[in-house]
């Protein structure tokens, strides 16, 4: 007989709890369910209102599993769900939101494994209130560098009046994330971000990139601003991902980033921690800034930043597509004062400010 167990005011059947979804780790569902009711606490107000997309696999992670982003027509009535319209079709689509611990059981009793988020909640859909850099590595990318990548955004987020959140996604990489005030929509929001990724990319091109196409990326760390864009979504605070080693996603306090590696908490490690140590994103809401002022004190700080004053901030650069190595407003094969061998008239700029594929896709 399925056992039930009664959470939140809600009976819950659990099935299939002896299921290894980690055969090489012997992790069963019922692992899997142990470990949400123990961070359940402080993973839900992380997840509350939000849309949700879940990662399942039924048959463990050795086989093919699906994202889910539509809520079944079996779910409870009392799973919450919301109905976002379709930007470019007819029709809407059904969320989940989980706002609760009896949810967040439910879903995973369904072997949820991954939960993903949206940047945005419920009672304000078209506004987001976080801001996501999402920092994608090459295999062979010394964590090190990742930690060094990922203060070097702390610290322009700060520049920028942003309060900076890290967090080891369980993955390959890390995120860096702010708090928004939701004055501003999914289009700015967005192209702050990649606005961002372009000005960390231009500092250091030999190692960074906003290139999205993989073949054009080479050795360098992917600066992934994406996860900005509506109905984009990003790795939950204290989600298990499901890749062998059952890793966490795991909020950090920066004084524990030069510790950390990205996936180096598993299901008892996090229990451990949380016993001993409070959520590090708990006060998150309370540093909400501004998204438009943040963007004008970057657009502020690249004018103080560029040699070549004369050009002006086009258009392009100004949405992040386009930077240069050496801080020129422009690109340089749109450049007729570099594409005539001759400096700007500060002198720094020459000839030798060719298109490289070092720039990897910001312009």
């Known amino acids: ?94 969320y989940a939101v989980c706002d609760d611990t009896a949810t967040l059981l439910y879903l995973a009793n369904l072997a949820a494994i991954e939960f993903h988020i949206w940047t945005a909640t419920a009672d304000d859909i078209e506004r987001p209130d976080r801001l996501v850099m999402d920092f994608d590595p090459p295999e062979g990318t010394a964590v090190a560098e990742l930690r060094s990548v990922a203060r070097r955004a702390r610290d322009l987020y700060t520049e920028l009046g942003l309060t900076p959140y890290v967090q080891a996604t369980g993955g390959r990489g890390y995120h860096v994330v702010a708090p928004l005030d939701r004055s501003h929509d999914f289009k700015a929001v967005r192209e702050l971000a990649g606005a961002i990724a ?44 499901a890749r062998p080693g059952a890793a966490v996603a795991t909020p950090l306090d920066w004084d524990e980033l030069g510790r950390s590696t990205p996936n180096g908490y598993g299901p008892a490690a996090i229990r451990r ?51 240069c190595p050496d801080r020129c407003w422009r690109p340089p094969d749109r450049c007729r004062r570099r594409a005539a061998g001759r400096t700007s008239s500060s002198g720094t700029g020459s000839a030798s400010c060719a298109r490289p594929a070092a720039a990897g896709g910001g312009w």
């Open 198 to 241: 372009a000005h960390l990319a231009a500092d250091d091109p030999e190692r960074l990139t906003t290139a999205h196409r993989k073949d054009k990326r080479g050795d360098r760390i992917f600066l992934d601003a994406n996860r900005n864009g509506h109905a984009q979504t990003f790795i939950a605070p204290y989600s298990i991902r």
């Open 1 to 94: 007989m399925a056992p039930t167990v009664h959470v939140d005011g809600h009976d819950i059947t659990l099935s299939k709890l002896d299921k290894e979804l980690f055969p090489d780790d012997h992790l069963s569902k019922d692992d899997l369910l142990v470990h949400y009711l123990a961070v359940a606490g402080a993973m839900v107000p992380h997840l509350a209102g939000r849309p949700l997309t879940l990662l399942r696999h039924p048959h463990g992670i050795g086989r093919d599993g699906f994202f889910q982003k539509d809520a079944a027509d079996y779910y409870p009535d009392w799973v919450r769900t919301i109905e976002v319209p379709h930007r470019r079709s007819e029709g809407n689509a059904r």
């Open 273 to 323: 921690r949380l016993a001993r140590k409070a959520d590090p994103w708990a006060d998150m809401d309370r540093h909400a800034a501004d998204a438009g002022e943040a963007r004008a004190r970057l657009d502020a700080l690249r004018v103080r930043l560029s040699p070549n004053r004369s050009h002006g901030p086009c258009r392009r650069l100004r949405l992040g597509r386009w930077t």
